[in-house]
């Protein structure tokens, strides 16, 4: 194989256009905590540490399911069950990533070094928890909400209460749109004793939870602007994030289930880039 399409394989075996989920955030936590644009060294080495972090958990549980993906039939053209990629080198991948992860966290300063195998040990322990608990999408939002809490780190070099609101909206925020996500699976998850919401409470129920998540997540975001003195620009921005929000359960119903890809990967996008250029536009335009 080609190196560019070794490259391009690794690439699509971690969903790396995904990593637009959690980097926003992950950037706008990071102005918040500097009060305006970081310095170009912080932004730098936060990139290098979501990207790595994200590379090596989605790695890890591509080589964990392995075996699951194969049976699947909407996963079973992944990249290691198909042998595009094997076991040893998506093992590699992930080593690789952890390494790149920690030297990042070093490079921003003691605490973030301190809490970094913190960090990994959660993101390893989501691909695990879909085999014994339905709570997994908790897990993933948990995972995944140590981007801008780690941002907040990064820049400020201590944890404060005020960088709460933030991460806790990401918490629910992911863990909404990861239920939506696992309606695709139902049947599969309920044949093959895996966890989810979907497979414990069925579909009605769980568009009503993810629903409900979603709405505390806005709150969350609302929060957030009251702890930072947003101004007008924040809250036009968070009025956008509603709309799409409410779009995105528009577009997801108990009876038809044709559009759960663009709810789960366009709306989703939309949300976290729209959170970023509105903290942007609201602490930079001075």
């Known amino acids: 194989m080609a190196p560019y399409a070794r490259v391009i394989s690794y690439l699509k075996m971690i969903k790396f256009s995904h990593s637009l989920f959690a980097l926003p955030f992950a950037f706008s936590s990071a102005i918040l905590a500097a009060g305006g644009l970081p310095e170009t060294t912080k932004i730098l080495w936060i990139t290098v540490a979501m990207v790595s972090a994200r590379s090596a958990a989605m790695g890890l549980n591509r080589v964990i399911d392995r075996r699951i993906d194969a049976q699947n039939p909407r996963t079973k053209n992944r990249e290691i069950p198909t042998g595009v990629i094997t076991v040893a080198d998506a093992v590699a991948f992930v080593v690789v990533s952890s390494i790149i992860f920690v030297v990042s966290a070093y490079m921003l300063n003691p605490l973030c070094l301190m809490l970094s195998p913190v960090a990994l040990a959660i993101i390893y322990l989501y691909s695990?928890?879909?085999?014994?608990?339905?709570?997994?999408?908790?897990?993933?939002?948990?995972?995944?909400?140590?981007?801008?809490?780690?941002?907040?780190?990064?820049?400020?070099?201590?944890?404060?209460?005020?960088?709460?609101?933030?991460?806790?909206?990401?918490?629910?925020?992911?863990?909404?749109?990861?239920?939506?996500?696992?309606?695709?699976?139902?049947?599969?998850?309920?044949?093959?004793?895996?966890?989810?919401?979907?497979?414990?409470?069925?579909?009605?129920?769980?568009?009503?939870?993810?629903?409900?998540?979603?709405?505390?997540?806005?709150?969350?975001?609302?929060?957030?602007?009251?702890?930072?003195?947003?101004?007008?620009?924040?809250?036009?921005?968070?009025?956008?994030?509603?709309?799409?929000?409410?779009?995105?359960?528009?577009?997801?119903?108990?009876?038809?289930?044709?559009?759960?890809?663009?709810?789960?990967?366009?709306?989703?996008?939309y949300i976290s880039i729209t959170v970023l250029v509105f903290i942007a536009f609201d602490k930079l335009r001075g």
């Open 128 to 269: 695990y928890t879909k085999r014994f608990t339905w709570v997994c999408h908790i897990v993933l939002g948990v995972a995944i909400a140590f981007a801008p809490l780690g941002a907040w780190i990064a820049v400020r070099g201590s944890f404060t209460i005020e960088a709460v609101p933030l991460p806790a909206a990401v918490v629910l925020w992911l863990a909404g749109f990861d239920i939506l996500y696992a309606l695709a699976d139902i049947e599969f998850d309920r044949g093959h004793g895996l966890h989810s919401i979907p497979q414990r409470f069925g579909i009605r129920t769980s568009l009503n939870i993810a629903r409900v998540f979603h709405m505390v997540t806005w709150i969350f975001l609302i929060i957030c602007g009251g702890v930072f003195h947003m101004g007008i620009v924040y809250y036009t921005g968070m009025a956008i994030v509603a709309g799409l929000l409410i779009y995105e359960h528009r577009l997801v119903r108990p009876g038809d289930l044709s559009k759960l890809n663009m709810a789960f990967f366009n709306m989703n996008g």
